[in-house]
């Protein structure tokens, strides 16, 4: 049970509960305050220390009372630390705060309402890239696919300059020590590769543009190993050297041999058009500007088509970097369609080196051939003398850039009487029999004209004037066209055009001429006399080729073509459209024609006698004319020719030849009758033409009065 406490006196304090004692080992326990005296009661005094304990004695003190113990001293307490006024550094805080958010504030303002434009264009500019993707250029490709242009895989050598100055290297020829080690690998003149390098105020440079794979790597692998060469530990302390001052051994320069002056050196990936064959078909195949855009030729011609469209790739960068996942976008680039022309290699090589051989010994400006098939207008070769490399266009002139088969208007001469012929025979106004009286001289319009030789009184057939190729008498056999002169300029002038004279061609070749043909009409004074025989029009090669092609095949004309078909970026193949065909004579013309053009090469008083080719039979006709000179519009030199075609009893192939301005000689039959037959022999053993199983029927040439 619980003992009831003892009531408190009035003005008794309440007792505080006494607080546990702890007591630790070896520490001594406090003396406990003595208790406050009740009323009434005396105090006590306190126990001495060590009473209490066994064993402790009490001191003794006076009358018997033991002396009481003395208090240590108190430990002096630190002096209190005295803080600031809190209130004025709050304040201070404040105002620094406010002046820092008034900054932001206003740069916020700024960049919000006045420049928000300009730095969105300008983060934009900066973040996202537009990279061009460049299509791959098509290719043009001969008849059997092998390329004569495409694109490959180059490098532009570009140089940064700010790499090779007297800071960067450490050294004070930089320049021409990368000059001396590049020279000879991009064969370029040293002073000129110093001289770029020391180009002020740039960081890109242009070395040298679109070299090979194999001189790039060359570049770099020299690099490489002056690189390892440099990374020595006598280098590496000549480097260390640099930062140091002069007074502690430090330098300005290092030795030639720590110098790496390659490092500035970057090569560009890029892509060249290069020209597997050379200077074969150049003239007509064409070139391409330093763009990689067509300049020339086919290249130029069929640029759309070739080059394909561009595309373009959009991606976030960081100091140049691709960011992963910064997004873009990206449009494929679409290459460009693949030409198939309809040349054959192999008889475009042979007809470049027989009218190269044959200018060069004639001492002539220049000369061309052509080949084409008379079924279907194809031309098989295009051959120009001078030609140029499309590889190296720097070692070419101007003039030679051109394609003069097709480009050159000349007065054909001779090889037009052929349309005369034509006219002739399919209006029934003679036949090829018909006797003609050729004197030595006729004056018409008040112009004497004469043949090529002079000579007496002449009894030729039709087919003989031909075969001798007589003026005089092409002039008196065109006059039966008609009834009059005006009538017989309109029937002749009808046929020229319907043979394609004075027309486009329709290949649409970049500076074609169309030739020049007065309109009958205005043909005034001796041109309705010289046009019969050649003179007073003007024709290209391949407009006089056509000609021949079209009494080939018999009296059809069809329309000439370069492009064989396509080949589009999915693989697919596209051929050409076949050449518009248009009658011109009839086919008993045509026959009677191809018969009297062989008295030209097989009558010993034919002037075509050097075509002639062993095993086939050949229709051709020589050409000699005054030729134009173009700087003075004045006659000056001559133009020499011969077009023919073969087998004559079952025409393929036509070849025409022309030199213009020979030196050493000028008739058409020694110069271009060569030719001919060099090229068409080859032509027609390369495409395996069986030779004629018939002999010429050798049709007279002359009558006796």
């Given amino acids: 049970m619980t003992t009831p406490r003892r009531p408190r006196e009035p003005g008794e304090r309440p007792r505080r509960p006494a607080a546990p004692q702890q ?27 060590g009473a209490g304990r ?24 630190p002096r209190p630390l005295k803080l600031a006024d809190p209130r004025r550094r709050l304040r201070t805080v404040l105002i620094a705060l406010a002046a820092v958010f008034s900054v932001f504030a206003g740069r916020l303002v700024q960049i919000q309402l006045f420049d928000s434009d300009a730095l969105a264009a300008d983060a934009g500019a900066y973040r996202y890239v ?67 390098l020391r180009t002020p105020k740039t960081r890109n440079v242009p070395l040298a543009l679109r070299q090979t794979p194999q001189t790039r790597n060359q570049i770099m692998d020299l690099r490489t190993s002056l690189t390892k060469k440099t990374d020595t ?34 090569p560009d990936e890029t892509a060249a058009r290069v020209y597997p064959a050379d200077g074969v078909a150049s003239n007509l195949v064409g070139f391409v500007n330093g763009k990689g855009v067509g300049a020339g030729g086919l290249e130029l011609q069929f640029q759309k088509e070739l080059a394909g ?19 873009g976008s990206q449009q494929a680039a679409v290459p460009g369609q693949d030409i198939r022309l309809t040349i054959n290699r192999d008889i475009q090589w042979e007809a470049q080196r027989a009218i190269t051989d044959q200018v060069t010994t004639a001492g002539a400006e220049k000369g061309y051939v052509i080949v084409q098939d008379v079924k279907t207008g194809q ?88 075969a001798k190729s007589s003026n005089i008498g092409t002039i008196e056999a065109a006059g039966h066209l008609g009834s009059t ?65 079209t009494i080939a095949n018999g009296g059809v004309r069809v329309a000439p073509s370069l492009v064989e078909g396509t080949t589009g970026p999915d693989g697919r193949y596209t051929p050409a459209p076949a050449g518009a065909e248009t009658r011109v004579v009839s086919e008993q013309t045509a026959r009677t024609l191809g018969q009297m053009l062989e008295s030209v090469v097989t009558d010993d008083q034919g002037t075509g006698n050097t075509a002639q080719i ?73 495409l395996q033409v069986p030779p004629s199983g018939s002999q010429a029927p050798n049709l007279p040439v002359d009558w006796k009065p």
């Fill in 233 to 266: 530990k006598i280098c590496r302390a000549e480097r260390a050297m640099l930062a140091k001052p002069a007074d502690q051994g430090g330098r300005t320069t290092l030795d030639d041999d720590c110098v790496n002056p390659l490092g500035g050196i970057v």
């Fill in 614 to 686: 062993p095993g086939y039979r050949v229709a051709g006709k020589t050409g000699t004319a005054n030729r134009v000179d173009p700087a003075t519009g004045k006659y000056s030199g001559y133009t020499a020719s011969f077009i023919g075609f073969a087998p004559a009893d079952k025409p393929e192939l036509t070849v025409s030849c022309v030199i213009q301005n020979p030196v050493n000689g000028h008739f058409g039959g020694p110069l271009c009758g060569p030719v001919f037959k060099q090229v068409m022999e080859f032509a027609l053993k390369t």
């Fill in 23 to 49: 007591r630790r080992e070896g520490a001594r326990t406090p003396p406990r305050p003595a208790a406050r005296p009740r009323s009434g009661e005396q105090p006590r005094r306190p126990a001495p220390p």
């Fill in 379 to 466: 031309i098989l070769a295009m051959a120009t003398s001078p030609g140029f490399n499309p590889n190296d266009l720097n070692s070419a002139k101007p003039e030679q850039l051109g394609n003069p088969a097709l480009q050159d208007a000349y007065e054909p001469g001779s090889t037009a009487k052929l349309m005369t012929m034509a006219a002739v025979l399919d209006t029934g106004a003679a036949s090829w029999d018909s006797h003609v009286t050729v004197p030595g001289t006729l004056t018409r319009a008040g112009q004497v004209f004469h043949d090529d030789v002079d000579h007496d009184t002449w009894y030729l057939t039709l087919n003989g004037v031909l």
């Fill in 309 to 327: 469209q561009d595309g373009h790739r959009i991606s976030a960068v960081s100091n140049g970097q691709p960011i992963p996942t910064g997004g």
């Fill in 54 to 77: 066994p064993g402790a004695r009490r001191p003794a003190g006076p009358a018997g009372q033991r002396p009481m113990a003395k208090r240590p001293a108190p430990r002096p307490q």
């Fill in 130 to 196: 537009d990279v061009p993707l460049r299509a791959e250029r098509g290719a043009i490709t001969s008849s059997d696919g092998v390329a004569l242009a495409t694109t490959v895989d180059a490098y532009d050598i570009n140089a940064d300059p700010t790499l090779f100055t007297q800071d960067a290297l450490h050294t004070t020829d930089g320049p021409e020590q990368a000059a001396a080690l590049l020279a000879p690998i991009l064969n370029l003149p040293k002073d000129k590769l110093a001289a770029k």
């Fill in 485 to 549: 002169q005006e009538q017989a300029n309109q029937v002749l002038g009808g046929y020229l055009q319907k043979f394609g004279i004075g027309q486009p061609s329709g290949l649409g070749f970049p500076g074609e001429t169309r030739g020049i043909l007065a309109n009958p009409g205005d043909w005034k004074g001796t041109q309705q006399y010289t046009i019969p025989f050649g003179q007073g029009l003007s024709v290209n090669a391949l407009q006089a080729t056509s000609v021949y092609s």
